[in-house]
């Protein structure tokens, strides 16, 4: 979002001044890889730590443990500047992770779910 905001303002000032515009952009892209692009370290160590805490208090099935440090790794692994593909892995390892670790949330707990309007 902050690339895409942040497009209308940079546009204004190349028109203006090429220069300053062009710095604007590299500030603005250094902002956007700060805050999540590139290396996903963060989210990595979270999986990571959720599935070793599983492990340790059976808190889910131990498979979904086990495949939720393997999603932690590939995060932990952006780190290294080789290895930085492996986002695009952890991005859709942790989709499936999410809804398993939700599936097993909902079939653990009785739900009474009213939905009303």
């Known amino acids: 979002m902050i690339a895409v905001i942040g497009i209308d303002s940079v546009t204004i000032i190349y028109n203006t001044n090429t220069n300053s515009g062009l ?48 999603v932690g790794n590939a995060g932990i692994l952006t780190i290294i500047p080789v290895l930085k593909d492996l986002i695009s892995i952890l991005g859709l390892t942790q989709i499936v992770w999410f809804s398993c670790i939700g599936i097993s949330i909902m079939k653990s707990r009785k739900l009474n779910i009213n939905i009303s309007l």
């Open 23 to 70: 710095t604007s952009w590299k500030t603005i892209e250094a902002i956007q890889n700060g805050l999540g692009g590139g290396v996903e370290i963060i989210g990595g160590l979270w999986v990571f730590l959720i599935s070793v805490n599983g492990l340790k208090y059976s808190t889910f099935n131990k498979y979904l443990n086990y495949f939720g440090l393997i």
